[in-house]
């Protein structure tokens, strides 16, 4: 994947984070539950009755930004130089990364450190020094 940084736009990026901020904000205050995406992922994959209405609404919110987003901007290029195996297999472990962290970035990259969580603090440094570790072996010394 690579960054087209002379299209960058730091003020569409900040629009971005300022949205993620307010709809974490919005699911906290009115509905009491934190914006993790694995979590209200994982709530739909096994539905608790009641449950169902609020996560499937977040994720079609979701699915729908860049739908929204294409009909006031064209959607940015997007190259992603691994292949299909690659990307399932790394799916798949962030998922399982997920599982065992108790939560995801969103949760504790934008939830957990927006609430000061040592816990979340904890997990984000992980998650990012892993993301370090994984790149510095792929491009250096698999390469």
Same mark, same amino acid.
């Given at each position: ?39 209200? $992922?994982?709530?739909? #994959?096994?539905? *608790?009755?009641?449950?169902? /209405?609020?996560?499937?609404?977040? %994720?079609? &919110? !979701? @699915? ?6 294409? $009909?006031?901007?064209? #959607?940015?290029? *997007?190259?992603?130089?691994? /292949?299909?195996?690659?990307?399932? %297999?790394? &799916? !798949? @472990? ?50």
């Amino acid at each position: 994947m690579t960054i087209d940084w002379i299209h960058f736009t730091p003020w569409t990026s900040l629009a971005g984070g300022v949205l993620i901020g307010i709809a974490a904000a919005m699911l906290l205050f009115f509905n009491g539950r934190i914006a993790g995406i694995s979590g209200i $992922l994982g709530g739909l #994959l096994r539905p *608790v009755r009641g449950d169902i /209405g609020w996560r499937a609404v977040f %994720v079609l &919110g !979701l @699915l729908a930004a860049p739908l929204v987003w294409r $009909l006031f901007a064209p #959607l940015p290029e *997007v190259h992603v130089e691994a /292949g299909n195996l690659t990307l399932i %297999v790394a &799916g !798949l @472990l962030v998922g399982l990364g997920t599982r065992y962290g108790a939560g995801c970035t969103s949760g504790h990259g934008v939830c957990g450190l927006a609430r000061l969580s040592p816990r979340s603090m904890v997990a984000t440094a992980a998650f990012m020094l892993a993301g370090f570790a994984c790149v510095y072996i792929v491009r250096h010394v698999l390469a």
